[in-house]
C-alpha cells in the first residue's frame, strides 16, 4: 500500500519523507492557502523532493478552464498530477486530459457510481471522501470496498486513494480493504507509528539496562 502525505508544508514533507513513508503529496487550494506562498512556487518544492505523484488542483468549473489550467500545471514537473472535482465538467476534462497524456486525480468522490464515472473517463487517480462520508452518515469502507472490486473486475488501472483519513482505524481498514493509496495528515503519522505499550517497553528496557551496568 502507498502512502501519499496530505500537506503542502515542506518542512513536514521532509520529515516523513526522511522515514522512507512518502510515495507521493496530495494538496488542494485550502491546503496551499495556509502556507501563505505562491501556488505555482510551493507545487514545484515538493516535486522536487518527493519522486511520487504530487497532485495540484484546478480553480476553474468548466471543462476548457480546467484543461487550460491542468496543461500549465502538467509542465511544472514531470511528477506532477492534476487534481479535477468529480462534476460532469470534470469528467469532460479528464476524457481531454488522459488522452493528452496528463494524469489526473479525480477529488470530492463520495458514491461508487461517481468513482466508476471517473475510472472510466480515464481518471489515473479517484479519491473517495472517508471522513467526510462518516460524517453523513454513509458507510465509507463499503464505498472503497466495492470500488476495489469494480477496479479490479474490469481492469481499470486507476487508483484508488483512499482520502479524509483522520485516524489510525480508518489507515488499518482501507489497508485491509485493499485501497491502493491513503492519503494521510501529516500530524496523523506520528499516531501511527506511536503506542504506550511500546513507549513503556522502552522505558523499562532502559531502566533493566542501568541495573545490569551496576
Known amino acids: 500500500m502507498k502512502f501519499f502525505l496530505d500537506t503542502a508544508n515542506v518542512e513536514e514533507i521532509k520529515r516523513i519523507n526522511a522515514l522512507g513513508l512518502v510515495d507521493g503529496v496530495t494538496t488542494n487550494p485550502t491546503i496551499i492557502a495556509k502556507e501563505g506562498r505562491d501556488f505555482e512556487e510551493v507545487i514545484k518544492e515538493i516535486c522536487s523532493i518527493v519522486s511520487g505523484p504530487v497532485s495540484a488542483e484546478v480553480i476553474g468549473l468548466t471543462s476548457e478552464e480546467m484543461v487550460a489550467e491542468a496543461r ?17 465538467e470534470g469528467l469532460k476534462a479528464v476524457h481531454i486530459l488522459s488522452q493528452e497524456g496528463i494524469k489526473t486525480n479525480v477529488t470530492l468522490i463520495f ?40 477496479m ?13 483519513i483522520r485516524n489510525l482505524e480508518h489507515v488499518e481498514v482501507v489497508a485491509h480493504l485493499g485501497s491502493h493509496i491513503a492519503t494521510i495528515p501529516g500530524s496523523l503519522f506520528p499516531k501511527l507509528w506511536s503506542h504506550p505499550l511500546t513507549d513503556k517497553g522502552i522505558e523499562m528496557f532502559l531502566k533493566d539496562w542501568e541495573q545490569f551496568k551496576k
Open 152 to 164: 479490479d473486475t474490469f481492469g481499470f488501472d486507476t487508483e484508488i486513494i483512499a482520502a479524509s
Open 72 to 88: 500549465v500545471i502538467s509542465k511544472w514537473a514531470d511528477n506532477v498530477v492534476v487534481k479535477i472535482p468529480m462534476t460532469e
Open 111 to 150: 458514491t461508487v457510481a461517481q468513482g466508476l464515472l471517473a475510472a472510466k473517463a480515464g481518471a489515473t487517480y479517484i479519491s473517495p471522501f472517508l471522513g467526510r462520508l462518516e460524517d453523513m452518515g454513509t458507510d465509507g469502507y463499503r464505498v472503497i470496498e466495492e470500488l476495489r472490486d469494480i
